[in-house]
């Protein structure tokens, strides 16, 4: 078992205020959680080298990585099992800073239920944008119907 608790450290955290309506969407939400938490830290946000999410995420770590300015990342992961992954996501980040793949890894998870697309809700009336996981099971989902 790796013993990290001496080698890595949670040196930032961030969030944006919780409200019925922010009129942002869930990719600015998380870009604002981000560059918050990387200010907490002291850190730039291009400084950024390693991200990991929960697979509920929808705003890709390569928008959000674009987003920040984040040049190259070195370590990505995702974990399952949706609400279940928070102690998951931590400790995969700890394993990727103790490992040395990567120097700085954020942590997040963003989306706007209230005012984008609620739980449970069958059409969204907002358009959102294409994402990775759309886009590649586009290509095995029956469509038309």
Known sequence: MLNYANETAIVGIGATEFSKNSGRTPMQLATEACIAACADAGLAPSAVDGMVVYSAEKNTEIEVARNLGVEQLTHFSMINH???????VVAQAATALYSGAATYVLVYRAFNE???????????????????????FSWTSPFGL
């Not at 209230?114 to 449970?120: D, I, Q, T």
């Open 82 to 88: 949706g609400g279940g992954a928070a102690c998951g």
């Open 114 to 136: 209230r005012s984008w697309h609620r739980f449970g809700q069958g059409v969204q009336d907002v358009h959102q944008s294409p994402e990775a996981f759309d886009v590649s």
